[in-house]
Every structure is written in structure tokens, then in C-alpha cells.
């Protein structure tokens, strides 16, 4: 039967684009379905404050009246402003293998973005780098992780069938926690906090971490400002963000290091107990019985996994080792709760300053992942 494509118009085919995404997936051990309800405030126009900046459609795949396939098409303008291009991403994007399915979805993807005066094509990437991004090229036997994309191995072949090519990498690594912080890096962490004139913050409730949410991520702006596709938050999609994270971390794994002299934050990390096999168990919903499978990862004490999510450090204290002190707290906390490895999550191959942070800890790269790229 004939593939068609049909554009996502209203709830519930958008719910439909979503589910596919999970269903597809089904009976497989390393994949880590999202929550059906963040993916609905993820791509609806009327509540992400990314449209403000973002066009997009979403378009499912059909053969006899089933879904075979979906992807998203973004224009994120304000990037292709900042970097001087006229890019279009795709995104949301998961397919059975079938050549005549994939062609369909990216032909179609491809017409869109052309019709808007786009002369290129990369991905997987979101509206924002705080969504998923980046096709999974290597481990796909290691279990994934809340923030990033699963995929089957026949996507990447999928991919270079239709012409794409390697615009960027990012390695994840595996790094086992020490039984106690490196002598050494606490020397360094020691040096750095009385010749910097630094302090950490060490948070006793959430009223004491809200003070510093917008800060944190007007940080992460300046931080991340250089970084493959990336676009500043508005104040908008910082309130945004704000709401939807803050009230999710673990107190023990949230670090800010202060200058002393006026207070002003200078590095931030957090970190957040897996909660990939929560999620699985969860299967997208968090209700009825999700919440609880959530909570028990997130709030217990034998979560063995622990994920890094974010960490930034202003520019003007960038390869200071400001790291150091965000990371002995780190591995403090996590000997404390029994953690046995923590996962990096997804770090740019060029971005040598960050990878270089796990040189002392035995980490090992078990994940790989890709954008791709294409003239059209």
C-alpha cells in the first residue's frame, strides 16, 4: 500500500504523533519512553514560548490507515539569526524501516522548509538545546537516559541513504564514582575557592533554591552561547523552564559557587537521580501509578545512577578549575547516597574543556550521537 502523509492539526493527532514515538519503541530494554504529558506542553504552539522565535509543523506517516512514521520540521529564526543561516531542524523524528516511509517523511520535511526560503536540513534537534537532540549512532545496547533520543540502529543507515551527512557529534561517557574525592582535587578545589575568592552553596530547601533559578539560566546563556546551534532563552522560556525544572531537583545535587564579594553566581551544576527506569515502568503517563515510580527514583536512597544535566560556568571563570568545586560536592553526595556511576549525558566531540573533566575518573564513551545534515 501507498505511504500518505498527513499534517498534525489538532489534540488528537497530536496525541497520536506522540504516542507513535513510544509504541514503536515497545518490548525494547534501553529505551526511555518521555512523559505524554511533557511532550504535549513540549510541541504545543500555544504554550511553549518558543514559538515566539520558532515556526513548526509535525506530520505522521500512514500505509492502510496505520502510523508507520512521524517527524517535526522546525525554523528556529533567532539561531539562524545568530549563526547566519537559513537552516531548518528536524526533529520528533521516528519511522519503521521502509525506504518508501522515510522518503515520504523527509521529502515532505524537506518541501516544507525549501517553501520557506531554507536552504539546509539538520537534526535531530528540538527548538531549544533543553530539548532532545542528536540520533544515537553508537550504544544502543546502554540503557538512555530522560534526556536524550533512543533510536533503532537502522535510522543511521536511513540517514545516509538520504543524502545526509556528519554536522556534529556528541559522546556520552559512563564514569564510575570514587570512594572519596581525589586528594588531588581537593588541592585544586581548595586553591581555586581562596584565590578566586569562591564559595558553594549548599541548599537546605527549595524556597532557598528559587532566589537563584533565573540566574541560573541567564548563566547558562552566557555559557552556552558558542555552542553548535544554540539560540539564548527568552525571559519567557527562562520562566518556562524555571517552573518546569526547579521543582523536580534533588537538593543534595544542586551546586552554585558564588563570588564572595558580591554574591553573584559564577558556576552552577545539577545533577538528578536517574529516573530512566522509572519512566519505562511509567510507559509515558504519569497517572495512575507513574507518579509513584518517579518519586520513589527521584526522592529514594537506592537509586544507583545519577544523570548531569546541566553544568555552566561564566566565561570570565572558565578554565579557573571552578569545575572542581561544583564536582567535590558532587562526589560527596553521591558516596553519601550509595551512587555508583553517574551518566554525562551529551557532550559536544569539540567541546574539548568539558570532556576533559572526566580524565581522572575512569570514565568510559558508551554512547555516540549525531546531527546530520543536508543541502535541499
Known amino acids: 500500500m501507498a505511504v500518505t502523509i498527513s499534517k498534525v492539526t489538532d489534540k488528537s493527532t497530536l496525541h497520536k504523533f506522540i504516542q507513535f514515538g513510544i509504541d514503536l519503541y515497545e518490548g525494547n530494554d534501553y529505551f526511555v519512553p518521555p512523559l505524554i504529558y511533557d511532550e504535549f506542553a513540549t510541541l504545543n504552539k500555544e504554550k511553549n514560548p518558543a514559538f515566539e522565535q520558532c515556526d513548526a509543523d509535525y506530520f ?9 512514521g512521524r517527524i517535526a520540521v522546525i525554523i528556529n529564526h533567532k539561531a539562524n539569526e545568530m549563526w547566519n543561516e537559513k537552516n531548518a531542524r528536524f526533529g520528533f523524528v521516528d519511522f519503521i524501516d521502509d525506504d ?4 515520504a517523511l523527509f521529502d515532505t520535511a524537506e518541501n516544507w522548509a525549501r517553501r520557506r526560503g531554507m ?3 539538520h537534526g535531530p534537534l528540538g527548538f531549544t538545546d533543553f530539548d532532545h537532540e542528536g540520533m544515537l549512532i553508537e550504544g544502543f545496547d546502554q540503557l538512555g537516559t530522560m534526556s536524550t533520543i533512543y533510536n533503532y540502529p537502522y535510522y543511521v543507515s536511513q540517514m545516509e541513504r538520504r543524502g545526509y551527512v556528519k554536522d556534529q557529534d556528541w559522546f556520552e561517557y559512563k564514569i564510575p564514582v570514587p570512594k572519596e574525592i581525589p586528594k588531588r582535587y581537593m588541592r585544586v578545589a581548595e586553591v581555586v575557592r581562596k584565590k578566586f575568592r569562591l564559595t558553594t552553596k549548599k541548599f537546605q530547601s527549595k524556597k532557598e533554591v528559587w532566589p537563584y ?11 552556552y552561547k558558542n555552542l553548535y546551534g544554540f539560540a539564548p532563552l527568552t525571559d519567557k522560556q527562562i520562566d518556562y523552564y524555571v517552573e518546569m525544572y526547579i521543582p523536580m531537583l534533588r537538593l543534595n545535587f544542586i551546586s552554585v559557587v558564588l563570588r564572595e564579594e558580591d ?4 558556576g552552577v551544576g545539577i545533577g538528578l537521580p536517574s529516573l530512566s527506569v522509572a519512566l519505562q515502568k511509567a510507559k509515558g503517563k504519569f497517572m495512575p501509578a507513574g507518579w509513584y515510580h518517579l518519586y520513589k527514583a ?3 536512597n537506592n537509586n ?3 544523570d548531569l544535566l546541566l553544568i555552566g560556568v561564566d566565561p570570565e571563570y572558565q578554565g579557573k578549575g571552578v569545575i572542581t568545586l561544583i564536582f567535590s560536592q558532587f562526589i560527596q553526595e553521591a558516596v553519601d547516597l550509595g551512587i555508583e556511576y553517574t551518566e554525562s549525558n551529551p557532550e559536544l566531540e569539540v567541546n574539548n574543556k568539558v570532556r576533559s573533566m572526566w580524565t581522572d575518573f575512569n570514565a568510559v564513551h558508551h554512547k555516540s550521537r549525531r546531527a546530520f545534515i543536508k543541502e535541499i
Open 304 to 306: 544507583k545512577i545519577l
Open 100 to 103: 518508501e516511509v522515510v522518503d
Open 60 to 68: 505522521l506517516a500512514y500505509r492502510n490507515e496505520e502510523i508507520v
Open 119 to 121: 536552504n539546509k536540513m
Open 298 to 300: 527521584l526522592k529514594g
Open 263 to 266: 554574591n553573584k553566581l559564577v
Open 213 to 223: 533559578a533565573r540566574e541560573i539560566f541567564e548563566l547558562l546563556n552566557k555559557t
